[in-house]
């Protein structure tokens, strides 16, 4: 589940202050009192979206948003393209490669949700998918995302069955 926006008051304070008065990522952080990856990850945005100091102060913050935020194509399940597998196999097995970077490569490349089947698929924990998910607990995981594991639907079933004794 991705982390609640800033309001766009504090958006505009975060690209004001580096883009008007020059600051550094980590000066603007401070003043803001924010994460230096989450001021990073909004002026990234602005960026991508080409956007100046001198056009924000024209926008509304609906146009602002929609600038920072544009909405994702919507692709039908069937034509979503899956990762190259052994890529990946092979990615992960880098010295330096950490829970973080597979996020954002699964972010990037996919939304959450698609990763989050991809990685369930590949018979992944769902420890393991909360953590790369960045999910604070991992009843948030189980929440969202159980209904992706019909086998845990079946195995629950014939536990239960066993349990009581029932036919099989």
């Not at 000066?27 to 803001?32: H, L, N, R, Y």
């Not at 230096?36 to 602002?64: H, K």
């Amino acid at each position: 589940m991705p982390a609640e926006r800033l309001s766009m008051r504090k958006m505009r304070e975060v690209l004001r202050l580096k883009w008007a008065l020059g600051l550094s990522a980590r000066q603007v952080a401070g003043s803001a009192g924010l994460a230096r990856s989450t001021v990073g990850e909004y002026l990234r945005r602005a960026e991508a979206a080409g956007l100046s100091w001198q056009e924000v102060e024209t926008l509304t913050d609906g146009e602002l948003d929609e600038k920072l935020f544009p909405p994702l194509p919507r692709l039908p399940a069937g034509e979503r393209p899956l990762p190259d597998w052994a890529k990946t196999k092979q990615e992960l097995r880098g010295d330096h490669v950490t829970l973080y970077l597979i996020w954002e490569l699964c972010r990037v490349r996919h939304n959450s949700h698609s990763c989050a089947s991809l990685l369930f698929a590949q018979g992944c924990s769902l420890r393991l998918v909360m953590e790369i998910l960045g999910h604070s607990q991992i009843a948030l995981t189980a929440n969202t995302y159980t209904h992706l594991l019909p086998e845990a639907d079946r195995e629950g079933a014939a536990a239960m069955q066993s349990l009581f004794g029932g036919a099989g």
